[in-house]
């Protein structure tokens, strides 16, 4: 079973191809990341895997050069994109023929990778539902696990409300009055990612995502895949959240800072956001990310599960400081 990759499919064939993998993420969408490659100066590839002609899977990968220093990544530092790397399309197989078709469609892409690039560094970082990162180990990478939490929203909404913890649960039955939660635009972008970054500023940490940089989102990507929420108490803004999604799941992405007001702002704005995304068929709200423990310590009121990742990295030996600058600002 042999595997072609082109990079030359259409940006509306590679979005159809993106509905058919069951593990891609808004973050493979063409839109998102034309808008990283327009953003980060890397130059992006968007393969695609053939086998006897027929589309199998999908591999981004954005390169940077530096004189006779080529990186490759999945995703680009820099841009909070927590997920992205390669992703199988549903074919209706067996297990055996769904593997066969897997590991020859990673060979042929981590054999490209070093052939075409020749890189000093490479880095990955898979999907939550990408459960199998043994090929990548034996190419030689660097393999670890990540976590984020999920939450089901399948269940009726009393009784998802009802496994939240004690004070999540009063919150949210017994908020205070004038507390409206909306959703916005440009505006309301601009108003969320500002607060982000004030608070960041406060806790002297660095934070690269922009206002320019989610509107181009918003502009690039169909219609309702972001979606700002913005939250006012007694008429005046508080706090807010720029969610993404498709497919069954939304994504918790930026937003959720501590909020200028004393309100339980966050807890009203996630059950909202969960609450809509339910009523818009999602089933999953991906909070994204829980290997910061305190941050994980509020995520676990929502009585999430534990999903792993993986983050894989290949390098020579001069390019750890590459590698370590790249944990540092992802």
């Not at 500002?194 to 995502?209: F, K, W």
């Amino acid at each position: 079973m042999r595997t072609r990759l082109t990079r030359t499919v259409p940006a509306a064939r590679w979005n159809t191809l993106c509905d058919r993998a069951p593990t891609a993420t808004p973050f493979h969408r063409y839109g998102f990341l034309q808008v990283l490659a327009d953003r980060s100066g890397a130059t992006l590839y968007p393969f695609v895997g053939l086998q006897d002609g027929r589309p199998v899977g999908l591999f981004p990968v954005f390169e940077r050069s530096r004189g006779p220093v080529t990186t490759l990544f999945s995703p680009v530092p820099d841009h909070k994109v927590p997920y992205l790397g390669p992703v199988l399309l549903d074919l209706d197989e067996t297990g055996a023929d769904r593997e066969r078709r897997r590991r020859s469609f990673l060979d042929a892409a981590l054999s490209c990778l070093r052939e075409r690039f020749g890189p000093s560094y490479v880095h990955v970082r898979t999907t939550p539902r990408y459960d199998d990162p043994r090929q990548f180990a034996w190419r030689g990478f660097d393999v670890s696990p990540q976590h984020t939490y999920v939450v089901d929203m399948t269940p009726d909404p009393d009784d998802l409300l009802d496994s939240f913890s004690s004070d999540a649960r009063r919150n949210v039955r017994d908020p205070p009055a004038d507390v409206e939660i909306r959703e916005g635009g440009h505006d309301a972008i601009d108003r969320i990612i500002e607060q982000v970054i004030a608070r960041h500023d406060e806790q002297g940490e660095t934070y690269l995502v922009t206002p320019a940089y989610v509107r181009d989102l918003y502009d690039a990507l169909s219609a309702g895949v972001v979606r700002p929420y913005e939250v006012r108490f007694e008429g005046a803004f508080v706090g807010g959240m720029v969610t993404l999604e498709s497919g069954d799941t939304i994504y918790r992405w930026q937003g959720g800072a501590k909020p200028d007001a004393d309100a339980p702002v966050n807890d009203l704005l996630d059950w909202h956001v969960m609450r809509e995304a339910r009523d818009r068929g999602r089933e999953y709200y991906d909070l994204v990310g829980a290997n910061n423990r305190r941050i994980a310590q509020y995520k676990s009121k929502f009585a999430p599960e534990l999903a792993t990742f993986y983050s894989m990295e290949s390098s020579t030996r001069t390019m750890s400081l590459v590698s370590t600058l790249y944990k540092r600002f992802r």
